[in-house]
């Protein structure tokens, strides 16, 4: 009965034994990703995810009572004000919102016939692009305000200061209307989004 | 990391908010008012001169029988007192207007015979228009006699007074039987024109 | 010996996660405030109007009226200025001249008159309805304001009570006369 013992434990040596006796090489990878959150994010004008800002457009009227021709006949390229922030966003089309309230008498007043109180006119975001290109987009008021522009940029924004200017020009009246006297304001309101 | 963000929004927003105030603010003491503005109206308008003669009254003179009835002038002139007729509210309403009278000898409407003499003259006199009367006497060969006007220097509103005497037959001579006449013009006017004139 | 009980070591992988967990994105909004102002001002449209009212005495009729002043030769007509205003505090006033012979300037004889006198009245039409503003030339100085508010329209200048200070003939000559009518944008 001994005998047959002895036989089992050797072979359990010699499996236990063998792989021990060889080198080798151990080869891994480790694979590392990352994730850059789509983002936008206000460097000047304000911070963190608002900014605001203010267009004083001065005395509106000329000396005959009506809206001054400069305004009236301001454009993109010389508006009648405009204002300038730094918005970065990391993404490569950000998505612009855009919309404005009308220009008008504060607090307001019914106008007598041949009067205004309200005058409509372009708001405009210029936005200066990551390829040296501006791209605008603008918003004109009316007395059934319109739907929000909502409108993608080409590329990235610059990074660069002031790569948003708004704008207010093509101020417009009815033709030959006087101008009520007293404060006029409106609010342009503005969203960027990452995408 | 979170904390700290909204925490730096909500500081953000209450400084844009008070940004905000200071703007209105601003912008409500700078639309100061303007002038008062003046528009006219010119009135323009002229009253032009005129004179108005007082209407005479008595409207003529009656005289009745100029030649004496009896006695050793029977026949030739008699004595024939002042006669007055009021011209009253006489104006002008302009300096300068001038006076001035002219008269025709009393004379018969009929034809004069040889001897008989036709006509008596007489003097008129205003003296209240002008400093210096306006007179006329006068005379048998001229239809308006010659005389003086007077001249008042402002604008005038008074009561005149003609007086007509010193009736007088130059020849004395005994007068034609018959009916005589005179004219007397009353002229108040410029020198240049006659604005009103009465007789 | 130890490392013989080790299996191979199999390919491990493990993902490194981003700071913050989950990747979002964040936007921006903005508001710009545009600010205007109109200052209050009013403006005469039409600022000078001359009257002609021709020859101002009786020149028929009673001989006692003849050449005493014929009050229909100012009292029948106006004079339309155009203008306004555009504030809410605006007002309207009106200072008369009398009309005075200007050939015969030294004092007037007895029975006589170089001066006529009146009340002129302006009228503006807002659309709240007729505003006036009246002044005579009997006193010195101008006539009260009136508020206009905002308006655009005609200001008809009216005539009334015009009269002689004794009720004299008026001396030959030219007259002349005026009406002030002052628009102010606020007291």
């Given at each position: 009965?001994?005998?047959?013992?002895?036989?089992?434990?050797?072979?359990?040596?010699?499996?236990?034994?063998?792989?021990?006796?060889?080198?080798?090489?151990?080869?891994?990878?480790?694979?590392?990703?990352?994730?850059?959150?789509?983002?936008?994010?206000?460097?000047?004008?304000?911070?963190?995810?608002?900014?605001?800002?203010?267009?004083?457009?001065?005395?509106?009227?000329?000396?005959?009572?009506?809206?001054?021709?400069?305004?009236?006949?301001?454009?993109?390229?010389?508006?009648?004000?405009?204002?300038?922030?730094?918005?970065?966003?990391?993404?490569?089309?950000?998505?612009?919102?855009?919309?404005?309230?009308?220009?008008?008498?504060?607090?307001?007043?019914?106008?007598?016939?041949?009067?205004?109180?309200?005058?409509?006119?372009?708001?405009?975001?210029?936005?200066?692009?990551?390829?040296?290109?501006?791209?605008?987009?603008?918003?004109?008021?009316?007395?059934?305000?319109?739907?929000?522009?909502?409108?993608?940029?080409?590329?990235?924004?610059?990074?660069?200061?002031?790569?948003?200017?708004?704008?207010?020009?093509?101020?417009?009246?009815?033709?030959?209307?006087?101008?009520?006297?007293?404060?006029?304001?409106?609010?342009?309101?503005?969203?960027?989004?990452?995408? | 990391?979170?904390?700290?963000?909204?925490?730096?929004?909500?500081?953000?927003?209450?400084?844009?908010?008070?940004?905000?105030?200071?703007?209105?603010?601003?912008?409500?003491?700078?639309?100061?008012?303007?002038?008062?503005?003046?528009?006219?109206?010119?009135?323009?308008?002229?009253?032009a001169q005129v004179c108005v003669l007082g209407t005479p009254n008595p409207g003529t003179l009656a005289l009745g029988q100029i030649s004496e009835a009896s006695g050793a002038r029977v026949g030739r002139l008699t004595t024939i007192a002042s006669q007055s007729i009021q011209l009253p509210g006489t104006f002008c309403n302009y300096a300068g207007a001038a006076l001035a009278i002219s008269a025709s000898p009393l004379a018969v409407t009929a034809t004069t015979q040889t001897g008989f003499v036709g006509s008596v003259d007489y003097t008129c006199t205003i003296s209240a228009w002008g400093a210096t009367a306006a007179t006329v006497r006068t005379s048998a060969g001229s239809s308006s006699g010659t005389g003086s006007s007077a001249t008042n220097p402002a604008p005038q509103e008074t009561d005149l007074t003609l007086v007509v005497s010193d009736f007088a037959v130059s020849s004395d001579d005994l007068l034609q039987p018959g009916a005589y006449l005179a004219l007397v013009t009353i002229t108040l006017g410029p020198d240049a024109g006659l604005a009103a004139s009465g007789s | 010996?130890?490392?013989?009980?080790?299996?191979?070591?199999?390919?491990?992988?493990?993902?490194?996660?981003?700071?913050?967990?989950?990747?979002?994105?964040?936007?921006?909004?903005?508001?710009?405030?545009?600010?205007?102002?109109?200052?209050?001002?009013?403006?005469?449209?039409?600022?000078?109007?001359?009257?002609?009212?021709?020859?101002?005495?009786?020149q028929t009729?009673d001989v006692a009226?003849i050449g005493?002043?014929?009050?229909?030769?100012?009292?029948?007509?106006?004079?339309?200025?155009?203008?306004?205003?555009?504030?809410?505090?605006?007002?309207?006033?009106?200072?008369?001249?009398?009309?005075?012979?200007?050939?015969?300037?030294?004092?007037?004889?007895?029975g006589?008159?170089?001066?006529?006198?009146?009340?002129?009245?302006?009228?503006?039409?807002?659309?709240?309805?007729?505003?006036?503003?009246?002044?005579?030339?009997?006193?010195?100085?101008?006539?009260?304001?009136?508020?206009?508010?905002?308006?655009?329209?005609?200001?008809?200048?009216?005539?009334?009570?015009?009269?002689?200070?004794?009720?004299?003939?008026?001396?030959s000559?030219?007259?002349?006369?005026?009406?002030?009518?002052?628009?102010?944008?606020?007291?």
């Amino acid at each position: 009965m001994n005998k047959t013992i002895l036989i089992g434990a050797a072979a359990l040596l010699g499996l236990a034994i063998a792989p021990a006796a060889m080198a080798q090489t151990v080869t891994g990878t480790v694979n590392v990703t990352g994730s850059v959150a789509a983002k936008c994010v206000v460097i000047t004008g304000g911070s963190g995810g608002t900014f605001s800002g203010s267009i004083p457009l001065g005395e509106l009227a000329q000396a005959d009572g009506t809206l001054s021709t400069t305004l009236s006949g301001s454009t993109n390229a010389s508006p009648g004000g405009s204002t300038q922030f730094r918005v970065n966003c990391n993404s490569a089309a950000p998505k612009v919102t855009l919309s404005s309230t009308r220009l008008a008498l504060t607090p307001s007043a019914s106008a007598p016939t041949g009067y205004t109180g309200v005058i409509d006119y372009t708001a405009a975001l210029d936005a200066a692009l990551a390829n040296s290109t501006t791209q605008t987009v603008s918003y004109v008021t009316a007395a059934a305000l319109p739907a929000a522009t909502v409108q993608n940029l080409s590329t990235s924004l610059a990074n660069s200061a002031g790569n948003l200017t708004v704008k207010a020009y093509a101020l417009n009246t009815a033709s030959g209307a006087l101008l009520m006297a007293g404060n006029y304001a409106s609010t342009i309101s503005i969203t960027i989004e990452p995408s | 990391m979170i904390q700290h963000r909204t925490c730096f929004a909500k500081g953000v927003t209450s400084f844009a908010a008070a940004i905000a105030a200071l703007g209105s603010l601003s912008v409500a003491t700078g639309a100061h008012a303007q002038d008062p503005v003046q528009g006219t109206v010119g009135l323009d308008a002229q009253v032009a001169q005129v004179c108005v003669l007082g209407t005479p009254n008595p409207g003529t003179l009656a005289l009745g029988q100029i030649s004496e009835a009896s006695g050793a002038r029977v026949g030739r002139l008699t004595t024939i007192a002042s006669q007055s007729i009021q011209l009253p509210g006489t104006f002008c309403n302009y300096a300068g207007a001038a006076l001035a009278i002219s008269a025709s000898p009393l004379a018969v409407t009929a034809t004069t015979q040889t001897g008989f003499v036709g006509s008596v003259d007489y003097t008129c006199t205003i003296s209240a228009w002008g400093a210096t009367a306006a007179t006329v006497r006068t005379s048998a060969g001229s239809s308006s006699g010659t005389g003086s006007s007077a001249t008042n220097p402002a604008p005038q509103e008074t009561d005149l007074t003609l007086v007509v005497s010193d009736f007088a037959v130059s020849s004395d001579d005994l007068l034609q039987p018959g009916a005589y006449l005179a004219l007397v013009t009353i002229t108040l006017g410029p020198d240049a024109g006659l604005a009103a004139s009465g007789s | 010996m130890r490392s013989a009980l080790l299996l191979t070591a199999a390919a491990a992988s493990f993902t490194l996660v981003a700071a913050g967990g989950q990747a979002q994105a964040q936007s921006v909004t903005g508001t710009v405030q545009v600010n205007g102002t109109v200052a209050n001002r009013c403006l005469f449209v039409t600022d000078n109007v001359v009257l002609d009212l021709g020859e101002l005495s009786l020149q028929t009729g009673d001989v006692a009226a003849i050449g005493r002043l014929d009050q229909a030769k100012l009292t029948s007509r106006t004079a339309t200025l155009n203008g306004w205003c555009n504030g809410v505090s605006a007002t309207m006033a009106v200072e008369a001249q009398p009309i005075f012979n200007t050939s015969f300037t030294a004092t007037a004889p007895t029975g006589f008159e170089r001066r006529i006198d009146y009340t002129a009245t302006a009228s503006a039409a807002p659309a709240s309805g007729s505003v006036s503003a009246s002044d005579t030339t009997v006193t010195s100085g101008g006539g009260s304001a009136s508020t206009t508010g905002i308006f655009a329209s005609d200001i008809v200048v009216s005539f009334a009570d015009a009269a002689t200070p004794a009720g004299g003939r008026l001396i030959s000559g030219s007259y002349s006369g005026s009406v002030a009518v002052t628009l102010a944008p606020a007291t």
